[in-house]
C-alpha cells in the first residue's frame, strides 16, 4: 500500500481554516467582546423569497408519488440548462450536453483534473485562490507562478510566460484582489492557449458583480464570460456558480460549461468529462436545481441582483473608509472583496493578530493567496452593513 505523499507538499493548514482557528482562540481568550468578520467570504443575505417558494414547491413535489423524483441526471436537469443557456450564454449557441450542473465550483475545479495528465506543466496566478494550487500540488504536477502584482495591476502577463503552460487558471474578476482583467489583456491569454494547445480553466464565480462589461473600450471591459473572446470555445472551460450571486453558498450549485469544439490530442474533452461526471457523481438534487432555476425567474433575478448591491455598497464603504484612513487600495468595484497594502513593520499574520486583538477584526492575510500576496490583506464585503460600518469606524483609531 502506498499513500500520495503529494498531500505532504500541501501547507499543514489550509487558509481559511487557519483564519477560523486564530478567530477561536481570541474569542475563547476574549467572551463576549464583539467581534467584526471581514475575513471569510460568506454571504449573509437571506435567500431571496422566489427561490425559496420554488424550493418549497419541489420538496412538495417529493412528497407525491406522482411527482417524486429518485437520482437527478447525472450531469443536471434540461430544465436548468435551458435556463442557463437562455439567460447567460444565448449568444454562444451551447448545447444542453455542453452544461454540466455540479454542487458549486470548488467541485468541479478540483474534479476537473481528472481530464489531464499529471505531467501537464500549470500556470496559476500569485496571488489568487488556494484551491488551484493545492488540487495539482496533491497531483503532483509542476507549477508556475504568474505574478500579479501592483505593477501588472494584478493581472498575469502572457508575455512574461518563460515555458510552455499546458493548463492555465484564470480568476476573473480575480479572488482575493477583486480586480478584473479586460478582453484585450485575456485575449491575448486566449490567443496563446489555442497557438500552444493548452486549456485555460475559467473561474468566473464573480461574473455577476462586474460593473465594468459590456463596454466598447477593451481596455476597460472586463468579460461576463470567456467565450466572449475569440477562439475560446477551442481553448476554455468556464465555472460558474450560484453560490455568491444567488446566496447559494449553503445550498450548493453550480455549473461548468466544457464546448464540444474543446478539442486536446485528437481527443474530445466534452465527451470525457460527460463520461467523468456519469461515473462519478449522482447529481444534485431535484430540489436544489428548482431552487437554481428560479435565479433566473424575473423575480430571482431582481432579488437577486438587490443583494449584489447591497455587497458591493458594503465594498464601496470599505474601499473609501480605507482609502481615506490612509491605506494603499485596490479592488472592490467589479468583485466583492477589497485589497489593500499593510504597514511595512507587520508581516501578514502579525498584522491579521493586529487587528483582531486591537479591533476585534477579522480578516484574510494576503500570504494565503500566494507569496505575492505577502504585503497585502484581503477584506470581504460578504458582511451586515452595520458590521461594515463599525469595522470602517473602529480602524480610524489606527491613524
Not at 481554516?17 to 463576549?32: A, C, D, L, Q
Not at 434540461?78 to 444542453?96: A, P, Q, S
Not at 481530464?115 to 488540487?135: A, M, Q, R, S, W
Not at 507587520?346 to 477584526?361: K, P
Request: net charge negative.
Amino acid at each position: 500500500m502506498f499513500v500520495n505523499k503529494n498531500f505532504l507538499s500541501l501547507k499543514e493548514s489550509y487558509l481559511f481554516t487557519e483564519v477560523v482557528s486564530r478567530t477561536e482562540v481570541y474569542k475563547k481568550k476574549n467572551v463576549g467582546k464583539e467581534i467584526i468578520n471581514l475575513g471569510v467570504g460568506d454571504v449573509k443575505k437571506a435567500l431571496p423569497k422566489v427561490i425559496i417558494e420554488a424550493i418549497k414547491n419541489a420538496v412538495d413535489e417529493m412528497g407525491d408519488e406522482k411527482t417524486f423524483r429518485g437520482y437527478s441526471p447525472e450531469t443536471g436537469y434540461n430544465f436548468l440548462k435551458e435556463e442557463i443557456i437562455k439567460n447567460e450564454y444565448m449568444n454562444f449557441e451551447f448545447d444542453l450536453d455542453e452544461i454540466f450542473i455540479s454542487d458549486g465550483i470548488a467541485a468541479d475545479i478540483g474534479n476537473i483534473l481528472d481530464l489531464f495528465d499529471k505531467n501537464n506543466v500549470v500556470g496559476i496566478c500569485d496571488p489568487v485562490y488556494p484551491e488551484y494550487l493545492d488540487t495539482n500540488v496533491m497531483d503532483g504536477r509542476e507549477i508556475i507562478f504568474l505574478d500579479c502584482v501592483a505593477e501588472n495591476n494584478f493581472c498575469p502577463e502572457v508575455e512574461n510566460v518563460k515555458k510552455k503552460l499546458d493548463l492555465i487558471y484564470i480568476c476573473n474578476p480575480n479572488n482575493p484582489t477583486g480586480i478584473g482583467m479586460n478582453k484585450d489583456k485575456l485575449q491575448r491569454w486566449i490567443d496563446y492557449a489555442n497557438e500552444n494547445q493548452s486549456v485555460v480553466l475559467y473561474d468566473g464565480a464573480y461574473e455577476k458583480f462586474i460593473s465594468h462589461g459590456n463596454l466598447d473600450d477593451n481596455k476597460n471591459n472586463i468579460p461576463h464570460s470567456v467565450y466572449e473572446l475569440n477562439g475560446a470555445k477551442e481553448c476554455a472551460i468556464e465555472f460558474r456558480s450560484f453560490s455568491k450571486s444567488a446566496g447559494f453558498t449553503g445550498l450548493r450549485c453550480g455549473y461548468t460549461v466544457v464546448p464540444k469544439n474543446l478539442v486536446r490530442e485528437k481527443i474530445n474533452l466534452n465527451k470525457l468529462w460527460t463520461r467523468r461526471q456519469c461515473t462519478k457523481t449522482n447529481g444534485v438534487s431535484y430540489i436544489v436545481q428548482r431552487g437554481a432555476q428560479a435565479v433566473f425567474s424575473s423575480g430571482g433575478e431582481k432579488e437577486c441582483m438587490e443583494n449584489i448591491r447591497y455587497y458591493m455598497e458594503n465594498a464601496k464603504i470599505i474601499f473609501n473608509g480605507l482609502k481615506n484612513i490612509g491605506f494603499k487600495v485596490f479592488g472592490g468595484q467589479d468583485a466583492p472583496y477589497v485589497w489593500f497594502e499593510i504597514p511595512e513593520k507587520y508581516s501578514c499574520w502579525e498584522w491579521f493578530d493586529f487587528l483582531l486583538n486591537n479591533f476585534g477584526i477579522v480578516g484574510t492575510p494576503g500570504i494565503g493567496f500566494g507569496k505575492n500576496g505577502e504585503r497585502y490583506f484581503r477584506f470581504s464585503a460578504f458582511g451586515k452593513r452595520e458590521d461594515v460600518l463599525l469595522g470602517i469606524d473602529r480602524l480610524k483609531r489606527y491613524i
